[in-house]
Structures are given as structure tokens and as C-alpha cells.
């Protein structure tokens, strides 16, 4: 049974920084796209990174330059580092394995909560 374990959300003030961190098990991490996702109330869900299994990463423009995808595959380990948050980067975010255009995926955790105040 594969599990999708998000942690390392809250709250923080804009420009302020998080690291999301995430946890796979099984599953043969090192094989698969991983990914990040975020979810607003009240809009869809949308693609905010992607990493191959051997690093190749992939961000929305709305966060380039900003955001940072990283895998420790040896841990099993996805981590999404937040700099320079905006309000907008307020969202459920969630971690995700075997994407797939960094659009779908068919392993889910159940989201992690960030909240940037203005």
C-alpha cells in the first residue's frame, strides 16, 4: 500500500520562507516523477513543481525563481522549499507520486496547510 505523507506546513508572513517536506513509502521511490500541488478555496488544483528521478525539475511560473524542488531518493524524501511567499501562495498543498505532466498523479497525500499573511 503506497502512503503520501506531506509535513512542514503553517503560517508565515509575506516574504517569509517554508520548507515542505514529504515522505513515500511503498513504493520504489527512485523510479518516479514526484510532485507538488496546490489547491486555493475555491479554484482547482494546480501543478507547482515536478522532479524526475534523477533531478530534472519543473516549476509553474507563478513560482520560478521563488520555489525549489528537491528528492533525496536514498530517503525517500520530496521536499518543496518556499521563499519570498506571497499571499497568493496560500493554499492546501499537497505532495504527489507517479505524475505525470506534472498535471496527474496516482499516488496522493492528504495536503499540508500554508497560509501567508500580507
Known amino acids: 500500500q503506497v502512503q503520501v505523507v506531506e509535513s512542514g506546513g503553517g503560517l508565515v508572513q509575506a516574504g517569509g520562507s517554508l520548507r515542505l517536506s514529504c515522505t513515500v513509502s511503498?513504493?520504489?521511490?527512485?523510479?518516479?516523477?514526484m510532485g507538488w500541488f496546490r489547491q486555493a478555496p475555491g479554484k482547482e488544483r494546480e501543478g507547482v513543481s515536478c522532479?524526475?528521478?534523477?533531478?530534472?525539475?519543473k516549476h509553474a511560473d507563478s513560482v520560478k525563481g521563488r520555489f525549489t524542488i528537491s528528492r533525496d531518493n536514498a530517503k525517500n524524501m520530496l521536499y518543496l522549499q518556499m521563499n519570498s511567499l506571497k499571499p497568493e501562495d496560500t493554499a492546501m498543498y499537497y505532495c504527489?507520486?507517479?505524475?505525470?505532466?506534472?498535471?496527474?498523479?496516482?499516488?496522493w497525500g492528504k495536503g499540508t496547510q500554508v497560509t501567508v499573511s500580507s
Open positions: 504527489a507520486a507517479n505524475v505525470r505532466g506534472c498535471q496527474f498523479s496516482d499516488y
Open positions: 511503498g513504493l520504489r521511490f527512485g523510479d518516479y516523477v
Open positions: 522532479i524526475s528521478w534523477n533531478g530534472y525539475a
